[in-house]
């Protein structure tokens, strides 16, 4: 049975809180793009394509200078909180989805600006990733934590949600140890009932009913290496009891044996289960809790940690064979456009599965461009809604401020599709095109078919409109009537994001 007392299971110790930058980190598939943009001890900056700007982006999507950062009045230099003004820039600026001309920033805002996606937010630049990718600064602590538990060679207790990266977290703890012998995993929610210590501790022949050949436990497969119990909160206490035994002792004892022998196994457990409160449940062992909570790593959610998102689409990629962007923008210079289109889609998506969900988008992304590019497409990346899980165009999450809280989902609008910003901007130029599809699409509304098209393009309504009205020249006359007559009328802007 297990051993109760009055007092509550003792907290984990945790590592401590490494340095880290609050910084504007630029994704972008742009070449020359810079990775971050500097902000400790600055009071003001603006970022364009080019000089002016104090900040170049080399990105031709930006204005030359598109907008300014500066620190609000009683903030603090390089800390913010700080106040971004739109420059009169072509495309705009998109704040947490929203376009906006002015919006005060708070560490976890995501700004959009031509081909551009910038994230305000503590981070780290990196020399290596010890195994685990991103800049966040709660991935760091984590780097952070494992440097630590590897020169030890006790049990480690790693927590997370599901789908959050705690087997990876395991591999890169083994890796940083130097151990010679195999990483193995087992999920002991897996484990079918009644075979469960046999798999971990093996048998002898003839141990009990059925045992026709030895069997080695993953214990001893695991011999100067390192085992990871996943879901440890799933295993039954008489087999918590044997467990014990072997965290203190060293020692394994197979099924059928006499005596138990010595095993050198660096031991790592994890679960997205509280189990000091199934200690409090009596569902687990105290006296084993104790034993393992000594040095605890919690894998933060991924919506915690919005600097890794990118950096893991990228890595998902390239593990699947999709050439850089970079390399395909130089092919064809849309293709910046169409993959901030999509690092911004995915930086304000919620991640309920995590990792694991973010993972198996960027391979359904990666299956579809080297498809297209197979084929030859116009472009590499197709549109958003022909790749994206139902989830993904159905719910956005805008951060808002602290990045490390959950935050209610919002119904996404329908995405505009890279064919439908081709369309809208050649029609701009196409003064026959131009007046079918003000009458079609908007019964001769110029008003609202500016408003349609500049949320389609990112750009600003009102040049959007003078462009029209240009472009139709002689036209117009018919056109005109019909503007005036309904510009009083509230207009639907079609699909925005």
């Known amino acids: 049975m297990p051993r109760h007392t009055d007092l509550p299971p003792p907290p984990p110790r945790r590592a401590g809180v490494p340095n880290d930058e609050l910084a504007l980190w630029v994704h972008a598939a742009t070449p020359g793009a810079p990775d971050v943009i500097a902000l400790d001890g600055r009071v003001t900056l603006t970022i364009g394509r080019d000089e002016p700007a104090t900040e170049s982006t080399r990105d031709p999507w930006m204005s030359r200078v598109h907008f300014r950062l500066s620190v609000v009045p009683k903030g603090e230099p390089g800390r913010g909180p700080w106040l971004l003004e739109d420059e009169g820039s072509r495309n705009g600026c998109i704040v947490n989805g929203r376009r906006t001309p002015r919006a005060v920033l708070e560490p976890g805002d995501i700004v959009r600006a031509g081909a551009c996606v910038f994230v305000l937010d503590h981070g780290v630049r990196l020399v290596q990733d010890a195994g685990l990718v991103g800049r966040s600064r709660g991935l760091e602590q984590v780097r952070a ?4 538990a590897a020169r030890s060679g006790g049990p480690v207790y790693v927590t997370g949600e599901s789908g959050a990266g705690k087997e990876v977290v395991a591999r890169a703890l083994h890796a940083a140890s130097g151990r010679p012998g195999a990483f193995i995993a087992v999920n002991m929610a897996s484990i079918v009932h009644g075979v469960a210590e046999s798999q971990l501790f093996g048998h002898r022949r003839g141990a009990f009913s059925g045992a026709v050949t030895d069997q080695v436990g993953v214990f001893d497969a695991a ?8 879901e440890l909160g799933e295993m039954e206490l008489g087999l918590q009891a ?9 020692e394994v004892h197979r099924l059928g044996d006499a005596q138990p022998h010595l095993t050198d196994v660096r031991l790592v457990i994890a679960t ?8 409090q449940q009596g569902r687990f062992r105290e006296d084993l809790y104790w034993r393992l909570q000594r040095t605890h790593i919690e894998v933060p959610p991924l919506r915690a940690r919005r600097l890794d998102v990118v950096p893991l689409v990228l890595h998902f990629l ?10 395909l923008v130089r ?8 993959a901030a289109d999509l690092f911004e889609h995915f930086l304000l998506h919620s991640w309920p599965g995590n990792v694991r969900e973010l993972r198996d988008e960027a391979l359904r992304l990666a299956d579809a461009m080297l ?15 022909e790749i994206l899980a139902p989830r993904m165009r159905q719910t956005v999450v805008f951060p808002g401020g602290d990045s490390s809280a959950t935050q209610p989902g919002m119904p996404a609008m329908p995405l505009p599709t890279p064919a439908d910003v081709d369309r809208y901007l050649a029609l701009l130029d196409d003064a026959v095109g131009l007046r079918a599809a003000v009458r079609d699409e908007a019964d001769g509304n110029i008003k609202a078919f500016s408003e349609r098209v500049a949320a389609v393009v990112r750009r600003p309504v009102a040049g959007v409109r003078r462009t029209i009205y240009r472009t139709l020249g002689a036209s117009l006359t018919s056109l005109r009537a019909a503007d005036d007559s309904a510009s009083a009328a509230p207009a639907n802007p079609g699909p925005v994001r």
Not at 242 to 250: A, F, Q
Not at 272 to 279: G, I, M, N, P, S
Not at 374 to 384: E, F, K, N, T, V
């Open 145 to 148: 934590a494992v440097r630590q």
């Open 223 to 230: 011999h100067r290496g390192t085992l990871l119990l996943d």
């Open 242 to 250: 044997k467990l014990l035994r072997t965290v203190e002792t060293t």
């Open 272 to 279: 997205h289960r509280d189990l000091a409160r199934l200690v």
């Open 318 to 327: 390239q593990d699947a064979g999709v050439p850089a962007l970079a390399e």
């Open 331 to 338: 092919l064809r210079e849309r293709t910046a456009w169409h």
């Open 371 to 385: 498809a297209r590019m197979a084929d030859h497409a116009s472009g590499p990346i197709p549109p958003l809604e």
